[in-house]
């Protein structure tokens, strides 16, 4: 346990340089966004034939979304490229495993960090959805351990992944054929059963579509029948994740 | 008389390890021991298996076969406990890239539990140690290759390891930063810190080395104190003599009965003898007129040639 919180205070003491910067990402990116297509667009959804999507305004629609989104983002970026790095480029984890630090260890800190790092800017996100007036329920909050989850249910998976790559020629492949399209078509911007049936049985095996839904009716206030089988989708992708990485990270740096 | 160390003696205890990667044997069951105190050596050219060796000893590798005891304990069942007191430099620096020198080792210190404060006052004694102590505050990148490798034996010291494994520490730095490095290993040494180290070469290996084995192909070939090896394996003198480039084949025979043995090596011949000068008499006295010629002591490079037919830097 203590290891784990060691290699947590190596992130703590990268983060103090960079900080700033990725703070400021984490509220520029949800203005923006809420800014532009839930404000901009929604004012011209207001305007047409249906004037709301679920009885809500598209902005309030919307950033539950984003949201989860930006989780799922979030964990992409983190366990990436700077994983490879560790492993292989920096070869950071090498030198903390000359030290009493467990392969175990580095795998409880980097997964504390991932937490740490969903849940805040998840956290700045929330505060932004404040501003824009799109929280319309105290279980709201709720959405953050929510979409935390959610970013573990990707960061673990690809975690796995990235820790059996040699080079880092696969990460744009995920980012184009997995996260974007996810981000698109998984109901962030408009509801999926607005899709061809395929793609929504495709949509609701992913756990971004779970989240999404999830968020949205926290966000709102509204009863969500589904809750119980959204989490467990959340939980077993996180699961799956997190026993795949605790056999290719070991796998990987322990020969 | 003295008696023969026994295993508890020992800090580095290895019988017929092992490590085998699918069918690729890198360790092929070698012996040895590390008494306290000295400056152990494996010299080999690359893929000798040394490095492979030297990560099993640090615990972060485990050994296919055989036994290895590292300071009294088990590698398998106590990996943190030994690597709690030992100091590593890979062959590698594995510096944090992201921070700056003094907080590579504030924060390696932390992975040894070592608390803050204690932390602080190490790194600043072991900045000065290594000559870096105006550099505290910078960042690690723009420093030079024998920076990078002095910072990184600090960050091994940060612990204050009674054991220091060094793979390669010098391979690649100019003269001046690996006499440098040398210079500070030897006042580690002389502290009484043991140092386990692998070289490819061999001025490195005589400078630090009180024991050395030598390694070829996942074998140890031979193993003493460079003295020794050198009385064993070669001559007292090596004769060096380079002829024009096609001149080596009318050369048969000519060089008979000169040297104890000659070695003909692409670019120069060798004659190991006990008098160098004698022996570049007498092949002057034969007729042979070669561009150049050499009088030098025999070398641990001589001992190497000798038990494997190879040079160690190809």
Redesign the interface.
């Known amino acids: 346990m ?2 784990a919180v ?1 290699v947590l ?2 992130h703590l ?2 983060y103090r ?1 960079t900080w700033k910067g990725s703070m400021f990402v984490s509220f520029a990116s949800p203005i923006l966004f809420l800014a532009a297509i839930g404000v901009g667009l929604g004012s011209l959804i207001a305007r047409g034939p249906v004037h709301t999507v679920g009885g809500v305004s598209y902005l309030t629609f919307l950033a539950p979304g984003l949201l989860a989104a930006t989780a799922m983002q979030t964990a992409f970026v983190e366990t990436t490229y700077p994983v490879m790095a560790k492993i292989q480029w ?3 984890y ?9 392969v175990r260890a580095v795998l409880g800190g980097e997964i504390g960090w991932l937490v740490i790092r969903l849940a805040t800017s998840a956290f700045a996100f929330f505060l932004v959805m404040l501003i824009f007036g799109t929280v319309h329920s105290a279980l709201a909050l709720l959405m953050i351990p929510v979409v935390v989850l959610n970013g573990l249910a990707f960061g673990a998976p690809i975690f796995a992944f990235t820790a059996t790559q040699r080079k880092d020629k696969a990460f744009p492949t995920i980012g184009r054929f997995i996260i974007t399209p996810m981000f698109l078509l998984g109901g962030v911007f408009f509801p999926i059963q607005q899709l061809p049936q395929v793609a929504q049985a495709i949509a609701w095996a992913t756990p971004l579509a779970h989240s999404v839904v999830l968020s949205r009716s926290l966000a709102i206030g509204g009863m969500n029948p589904s809750a119980a089988l959204d989490l467990a989708v959340l939980a077993a992708y996180a699961t799956l994740g997190i026993v795949a990485v605790s056999i290719t990270l070991p796998r990987r740096l ?2 | 008389m003295a008696t023969p160390p026994t295993r508890t003696d020992a800090l580095v205890h290895a019988r017929g390890l092992t490590k085998r ?1 699918d069918k690729l044997v890198a360790v092929d069951a070698i012996d040895f021991d590390v008494q306290r105190g000295e400056a152990f050596g494996f010299l080999g050219p690359n893929g000798a298996g040394k490095t492979s060796t030297m ?1 099993m000893i ?1 615990c ?3 050994p296919s076969g055989g036994e290895l005891r590292v300071l009294g304990l088990n590698p398998l069942t106590d ?3 030994i ?2 007191r ?1 100091g ?1 430099v ?1 062959q ?1 620096d ?6 700056r020198v003094d ?1 590579n080792l ?3 210190a ?4 070592i608390p803050r404060n204690v932390a602080r006052a190490r790194t600043e004694e072991l900045l000065e140690f290594v000559q870096l102590k105006d550099r505290a505050r910078d960042e690690v990148e723009p420093l030079s290759g024998g920076m990078k490798r002095r910072l990184t034996i600090a ?1 091994a010291l940060v ?1 204050e390891p009674g054991l220091l494994l060094l793979d390669e520490p010098t391979t690649g730095l100019d003269p001046q930063a690996r006499h440098l490095v040398w210079d500070r290993l030897y006042r580690l040494k002389q502290q009484g810190v043991t140092i386990v180290l692998t070289t490819h070469y061999m001025d490195e290996a005589e400078q630090l080395c009180d024991r050395l084995v030598v390694m070829d192909k996942a074998k140890i070939v031979a193993s003493g104190s460079p003295r020794s090896l050198i009385d064993q394996y070669s001559t007292r003198e090596v004769l060096e003599l380079r002829f024009p480039i096609d001149a080596a084949p009318a050369l048969d025979g000519k060089l008979d009965g000169i040297a104890e043995r000659v070695e003909v090596l692409p670019d120069r011949v060798l004659l190991y003898a006990h008098d160098g000068d004698a022996a570049a008499t007498a092949v002057h006295q034969r007729g042979l007129r070669p561009e150049s010629t050499l009088v030098r002591r025999s070398t641990l490079e001589d001992v190497f040639l000798r038990l494997t037919g190879r040079s160690l830097i190809e």
């Open positions: 203590t290891g060691r205070e190596h003491t990268v340089r920096l070869r950071t090498d030198g903390m495993l000359a030290t009493p630090i467990t322990v020969r | 990667f990560r640090g972060v590798s485990s990996g943190p406990r690597r709690a030992l590593v890979p590698a594995t510096l944090d890239m992201e921070l907080e504030l924060t390696y932390r992975y040894f539990d960050r612990n």
